[in-house]
């Protein structure tokens, strides 16, 4: 059972990064280094962005079950 929490944090973890990636930058940060500050035609889409926070905010919070999980099967095992 650990190791599939293992997976499942590993697994959030690296979409998680990718998702916070993939934000339009708010101006002034590491975004606007690499081109984030460029405005494209296609980052413009309102749906998108609600879309794209949706999915983040849903991947943050199986992150943090998958971390408390495996905190509890770990003090519970040892």
């Known amino acids: 059972m650990v190791l599939v929490f293992e997976i499942v944090?590993?697994?959030?973890?690296a979409?998680?990064?990718l998702l916070v990636l993939l934000h339009k930058?708010?101006?002034g940060g590491?975004?606007?280094m690499f081109g984030g500050g460029m405005?494209?035609?296609?980052g413009g889409s309102?749906?998108?962005?609600?879309?794209?926070d949706?999915?983040?905010?849903?991947?943050?919070?199986?992150?943090?079950a998958s971390v408390v999980g495996l905190g509890l099967l770990?003090?519970?095992?040892?």
């Open 25 to 27: 930058g708010r101006g």
């Open 74 to 78: 770990l003090k519970s095992g040892s």
């Open 39 to 42: 405005s494209s035609g296609l």
């Open 54 to 64: 949706r999915i983040t905010i849903g991947i943050g919070l199986v992150w943090f």
């Open 9 to 13: 944090l590993c697994v959030a973890s």
């Open 46 to 52: 309102s749906v998108a962005e609600r879309n794209l």
């Open 30 to 32: 590491l975004s606007d």
């Open 15 to 17: 979409l998680l990064v």
